[in-house]
């Protein structure tokens, strides 16, 4: 039988107490009609789930009393940063989904020559983010940046060792690539938008340390590759 489990931050989470808000609250206890002292189950985004019998109500939120926690294991053996060229909403929001299934530590949309131009709704991110992870029993939210110039994004993650962009003509695999980084958990992975990145901005990565590698023979759509690349790391460590 399928549980339910509702998102409650960390900000919200007092010694053995936990407010449930927002959507969340909505579905618990407008949509599945929970009530005071049902036991619910609940998590922070960051690995911690904990059991807790719903207490006080008000119109907006209720008070949560926890009567146990455990913490969930990682199941992606490495930090990943996803960086993408800021691309369609529909296509943007099956990263979101797919990479927060996946387990990616933190997305990134960057603002590139061949970015889409749009706006970014963060809070709706966040939701498909919340949506994948209970669906995937991850339990691990990544962090959903807000868009940045590349410039400065490759600024600053100069400093992690292991950087890789796609390019479609290298012939070097990720595999190959993560090979130099032996022992190195944290991953740098950066995307161009549909039209891809232009030659000088990989030029740009290139010179602050990125790897260059093909993530697949055949070209992909921004999407897709996204998800395949990050598989494919997941498979190198495991």
């Keep these: 039988m399928h549980q339910f489990i509702f998102y409650v931050p960390s900000n919200k989470i007092t010694d053995d107490i936990a407010i449930l808000e927002g959507d969340e609250f909505r579905h618990c206890i407008q949509v599945l009609r929970k009530k005071a002292g049902e036991e619910i189950a609940l998590f922070n985004g960051q690995g911690d789930i904990y059991t807790a019998r719903i207490g006080g109500l008000t119109k907006n939120s209720c008070e949560c009393r926890i009567t146990s926690r455990k913490k969930a294991e990682r199941q992606m053996p490495a930090d990943i940063i996803l960086a993408v060229g800021l691309i369609k909403s529909k296509a943007l929001n099956l990263i979101i989904r797919e990479a927060s299934a996946l387990g990616v530590t933190q997305f990134v949309p960057l603002l590139t020559k061949h970015s889409v131009k749009q706006g970014f709704n963060s809070e709706r991110m966040r939701k498909i983010a919340i949506e994948s992870v209970k669906q995937s029993s991850?339990?691990?939210?990544?962090?959903?940046?807000?868009?940045?110039?590349?410039?400065?994004?490759?600024?600053?993650?100069?400093?992690?060792?292991?950087?890789?962009?796609?390019?479609?003509?290298?012939?070097?695999?990720?595999?190959?690539?993560?090979?130099?980084?032996?022992?190195?958990?944290?991953?740098?992975?950066?995307?161009?938008?549909?039209?891809?990145?232009?030659?000088?901005?990989?030029?740009?990565?290139v010179a602050k340390g990125f790897i260059p590698v093909n993530i697949h023979s055949n070209r992909l759509r921004t999407e897709l590759a996204a998800i395949v690349a990050v598989t494919s790391i997941f498979a190198h460590f495991n």
């Design 138 to 205: 991850n339990f691990y939210l990544p962090e959903i940046c807000q868009p940045i110039e590349l410039k400065n994004w490759l600024d600053s993650v100069a400093s992690v060792p292991a950087k890789l962009v796609a390019e479609q003509e290298n012939s070097m695999s990720i595999k190959s690539a993560l090979n130099r980084y032996a022992g190195d958990k944290k991953v740098v992975l950066l995307i161009g938008p549909e039209g891809g990145l232009h030659s000088e901005e990989i030029e740009s990565a």
